[in-house]
């Protein structure tokens, strides 16, 4: 039996040489030898960057100080000795994983798994679960063959914290700063792992496991962590200094910094419980520090413009235009928008693009906009300027655009009688914003009116049947008024027309209507041809009517009233008569022309003596009431 254990392990210790031979021919070393089977060491590599504040680390009292000349055999490592970085242990195609699910392809190294949930490859041993290897000392362990051909089945996997679920907010604000110019370019610390163990161990006497770490890079290697299980066969007495149980079951040391040239060990006591091969695999995981620094600048956009506030409809003005940066970073892809406002034109169109390019800092560009003010009021105008990252600044700039503006208005009579003059004030006012240049005011007059002066200097032409009046400038918000002083000579509905213009287009127009209506002026005069009379005598009574005015009188009617005294004979006229009693009546004549007469007599017989009072009564149609006259007559009797 003896011999057949001597047998096998040397058999295993064969295989384990050159095992660790094809390792080192893999990561570029050389076979290491003279080396106890029992001892491996590894060299490990990782450029993970914690915190540059993260200075803690635990207190190890068998890490040696890093002046101190290093205390175990592990050998320094070769200066060419490649470290793939997608391998930052060096343990590339040394300890496959199985994977997690069918579609998940197995980790190319320990540190790709999450460390919640370790994957565990198949072991041969079928040793109970890892809790009860660490914490149970008095049960039995099961008993096991030892397999010289098995592959180390006990690496811990190793990711980041919080496994690959967690994702980096993206909105989160920054907090970290730059770290120590040492930190920068490229930080490659490196690490080497020697795991010893005595070459013999025996059931039932205490042996330790001891696993050393050395920094042999040039810049510190952070957040070290040892992982280590205990060997299956085993049972762990304790732990120096004092592990951690993982989720797992394996034992966890934190080692914190280790700084170039140092090193630190950790150490298990185990009871072996069973004979046969005894070991685990050690797993080293540790951070580099790096930092890099750049300066941030913040570029700007200032965007000015000048104009002038107040511009004449018709005209051009230039808007002057400045942007600027004033930042200190280069303010990229500027361009210029300019949308023009109702009351503005540009022959372009009403939206305008202008490609700035890039501004340095502290660098401006000068332009000028051209544009036309064809709509008369306030407006704004805006312009902005944008850039690359969100540059975005606007201008806004208030002008006005004033005109003049031209009313005309004429006050004087509607309605006016024949031959009887009419004055009309005549005016232009200027309701704009600017002055109105080279006004003129003309008046055309119908044919019914006929001229007869004007004041102010205004002229009349008998060719066109008008009067002018000329005015170099009107301001704004002001009133010019002239005189026109007309004869109506034509009845009839007729209209003045009043017209006023200016510079810059300016047209305004009035009509004044005039009604011209004629007047009848009805004058009637009365005599008597003998007087006085004796009784028994007559006399006649003449009446003459006259039309003074400019209107024909219509319906004209009369009527003689003869007092008691006296009785009447006969009457004549230009109407019929009717004689009832004392009283003679005309029927109406129906018109009596403008600047006409007509006569009416009547004679009468004298009956007794008196002074007598004969009245004519006369109307018409263009009169609103009758007009009364007396004659008077004396009679007397002869004795």
């Not at 679920?165 to 770290?179: F, I, K, L, M, S």
């Not at 951070?287 to 511009?311: H, M, Y």
């Not at 009403?350 to 064809?374: C, F, H, I, M, Q």
Request: proline share 10%; with cysteine; glycine share 8%.
């Amino acid at each position: 039996m003896k011999s057949l254990l001597v047998r096998v392990g040397a058999l295993g210790g064969l295989f384990l040489l050159g095992w660790i031979a094809i390792a080192q021919a893999q990561r570029g070393g050389e076979p290491v030898e003279g080396r106890s089977t029992a001892d491996s060491t590894a060299v490990a590599s990782d450029y993970r960057s914690p915190s540059p504040s993260s200075k803690q680390r635990n207190v190890n009292p068998l890490r040696a100080p890093a002046s101190a000349p290093p205390s175990s055999d592990i050998p320094d490592a070769e200066p060419d000795l490649g470290r793939p970085t997608a391998d930052p242990f060096g343990l590339h195609n040394q300890y496959p994983v199985k994977p997690t699910s069918a579609e998940e392809p197995a980790s190319a190294g320990p540190n790709l798994v999450p460390i919640e949930a370790p994957v565990r490859p198949e072991n041969r041993y079928s040793a109970p679960p890892p809790a009860e290897a660490a914490v149970s000392a008095e049960r039995e362990p099961a008993p096991f063959q030892a397999d010289p051909y098995a592959m180390p089945a006990n690496i811990t996997p190793m990711s980041p914290p919080g496994g690959f679920a967690e994702r980096a907010p993206t909105d989160a604000e920054g907090t970290g700063r730059p770290g120590n110019p040492q930190l920068e370019g490229i930080q490659s610390p490196q690490l080497t792992v020697h795991k010893v163990a005595p070459k013999e161990i025996q059931v039932g006497k205490p042996a330790a496991f001891r696993v050393v770490v050395r920094n042999i890079g040039q810049v510190p290697a952070c957040d070290v962590e040892v992982r280590d299980q205990v060997p299956q066969g085993t049972r762990l007495l304790k732990t120096e200094p004092q592990a951690k149980a993982g989720v797992g079951g394996e034992l966890t040391w934190t080692l914190g910094t280790l700084q170039p040239g140092e090193e630190a060990a950790v150490e298990m006591q185990l009871m072996p419980t069973t004979e046969g091969e005894i070991g685990s695999v050690a797993a080293v995981r540790f951070g580099a520090e790096a930092t890099a620094r750049s300066i941030a600048t913040r570029p700007q956009l200032v965007l000015e413009t000048a104009a002038p506030e107040k511009v004449l409809i018709g005209d051009q003005l230039t808007l002057s235009i400045v942007v600027s940066n004033p930042g200190t970073g280069v303010a990229s892809g500027v361009v210029l928008e300019e949308r023009i406002p109702a009351g503005l034109h540009h022959p372009a169109g009403n939206e305008l693009e202008y490609t700035v390019g890039d501004l340095k800092p502290g660098e401006s560009r000068k332009l000028e906009l051209p544009l036309v003010a064809d709509r008369a009021g306030r407006i704004v105008n805006l312009l902005t300027a944008r850039g690359d990252g969100d540059l975005r600044v606007e201008n806004k700039r208030g002008l006005e655009v004033i005109a003049p503006q031209l009313d005309v208005a004429v006050a004087g009579p509607k309605r006016r009688y024949l031959e009887r003059q009419a004055t009309y004030q005549l005016s232009v006012a200027n309701s704009g914003t600017a002055p109105a240049e080279q006004v003129e005011l003309v008046a055309s007059l119908p044919a019914g009116l006929k001229f007869v002066s004007a004041n102010n200097a205004g002229y009349y032409e008998e060719a066109t049947r008008s009067v002018h009046w000329r005015l170099e400038k009107l301001p704004a918000q002001e009133v010019g008024s002239v005189e026109l002083v007309t004869l109506p000579v034509e009845a009839g509905e007729h209209a003045i027309r009043l017209r006023g213009t200016a510079e810059k287009g300016l047209v305004a127009e009035k009509e004044q209507p005039v009604l011209v209506e004629g007047i009848a002026a009805i004058l009637f005069q009365v005599a008597d041809r003998v007087d006085p009379i004796g009784v028994g005598g007559e006399t006649a009574y003449e009446i003459r009517v006259m039309n003074q005015g400019s209107k024909a009188a219509a319906n004209v009617q009369l009527a003689v009233l003869l007092p008691p005294e006296l009785q009447p004979v006969s009457a004549e006229g230009p109407a019929r008569h009717a004689v009832e009693g004392n009283h003679v009546f005309f029927e109406g004549l129906a018109q009596l022309a403008p600047k006409a007469e007509t006569v009416y007599r009547v004679r009468a017989k004298a009956l007794r003596p008196g002074d007598l009072r004969v009245n004519m009564q006369l109307k018409s149609d263009d009169m609103q009431s009758p007009v009364t006259k007396q004659e008077s007559t004396r009679v007397y009797a002869e004795e």
